[in-house]
């Protein structure tokens, strides 16, 4: 049987070689991440935990709960985050999901309205044992692109993304990464003004963008047109094996030729061939059967739609009953 460790008990050494052998590994859930998380005690409290049996580690969980300057906003909207899932080795006991998933609950439901699991790989075979524990299964699907072929990349375009693809080139807009914090608080500029147009959910403030550039967590590749960034993206990367679609953004009202969030999107799937990445993840495309935007966008750049879904314990059903009518609310207006 496991034991539980907590951050200050884990072997880091141990913690990155899970991550990077695990099928269910993330970048999210690395030690990389959760140095990033803790380098922003503002915006989030991190916590990590693990199982260790016979002295080898056997799975981690990353995360972070929200944080709010304001007292009374905290208190409706704290939420415990896991992106990515939990990360286990292979053939990891179901009675040891139990338990880690048992203490993570129980250690979290005074912190947070719920506790959330945003899967991006398969974790079926331990659906029943997260339920045991007190998770409940959400379907929620997610695109994963397959980028280690181009010219198989380039077939699976739709005609659309093709011509938007030519165009925007013969144009003359240029993909390149961020090289100056001003790069990013322009691209950030784009971002902020989607959220508050047509995403309406919460959204980290500049310090966070900033903090992810200076640290080097990953990349920001940015669209340029006659050197003004028009749209970009942001981009974690687990070495060797997947890039994250985080953040994108493009300022396609104001340049409908160059098309900036295609490019965006295009430019993160060729680099992940470039650098020999075989997965782009973009991290979510909407629960099924509702209509979402952003997957019908997604999907004519390809990619094989998956249904990894989330794992959800709701500490406080009353709160959490409130806040998603609250969102309901902005989402409509």
Known sequence: MAHILTYKQIDRQQWSALV????????????????????????MEPFAYAAEESGELRAVCVGYVTKERSAIKQFFTRRAIIIGGVVMAANYAKEDIILLSNYIRKDLE?????????????????????ETAGFTYQPHLNFHFDCSDREAMWTGLSETRKRQIHKAQKNGVVIEEAQTEQEVV??????LDL??????TPLFPLSFFLAFFRQKRGIYLLVKSEGKVIGGIMCPIKEEQCIYEWFVCGMDSSYKSLSPSVMATWAAMEYAHTHQLPRFDIMGAGEPGVPYGVRDFKAEFGGKLVEHGRFIHICKPSLYRLGTCVVKFLKRK
């Open 186 to 191: 322009d691209w950030y500029a784009i971002l």
């Open 195 to 200: 959220y508050r147009r047509k995403v309406k």
């Open 110 to 130: 005074q912190k947070s309205i719920y506790i959330e699991t945003r899967n991006f790989n398969d974790f079926s075979p331990w659906k029943e044992a997260f």
């Open 20 to 43: 990077r052998m695990s099928e269910t590994g993330t970048w999210f859930q690395s030690p990389e991440a959760y140095d990033f998380f803790a380098s922003l005690p503002e915006l």
